[in-house]
């Protein structure tokens, strides 16, 4: 089993900067892949950065604001938001692969909202 807990959330301005982090903790050998999603009010659960196989995808939306990147010694998976905007408020997920067959393993969330 993999568990996962999300950090790093809270209130910015326009502009802003936030760092969240997810650590890892379990059976960590098995994770395949790490990722970023997010659930805004209404709307589907995006997919918004991963690693995987030391290649790393982004949605158009963060590209070139957003970085993702994992420490495997702290086993702890980041995602640096620069130049945030009212869009990117939402419930950000930290997910893990675990089987080779998508993320199957949620950590519960943290909140981030961006005033205009």
């Known amino acids: 089993q993999v568990q996962l807990v999300e950090s790093g959330g809270g209130l910015v301005q326009t502009g802003g900067s936030l760092r969240l982090s997810c650590a890892a903790s379990?059976?960590?050998?098995?994770?395949?892949?790490m990722g970023w999603y997010r659930q805004a009010p209404g709307k589907q659960r995006e997919l918004v950065a991963d690693?995987?196989?030391?290649?790393?995808y982004y949605v158009d939306s963060v590209k070139g604001r957003f970085t993702i990147s994992r420490d495997n010694v702290k086993n702890t998976l980041y995602l640096q938001m620069n130049s945030l905007k009212f869009e990117d408020t939402a419930v950000y997920l930290c997910?893990?692969?675990?089987?080779?067959?998508?993320?199957?393993?949620w950590g519960q969330g943290t909140q981030v909202t961006v005033s205009s």
């Open positions: 997910a893990a692969d675990t089987r080779f067959n998508g993320y199957d393993t």
């Open positions: 690693i995987r196989s030391g290649s790393t």
């Open positions: 379990g059976i960590t050998s098995r994770i395949k892949a």
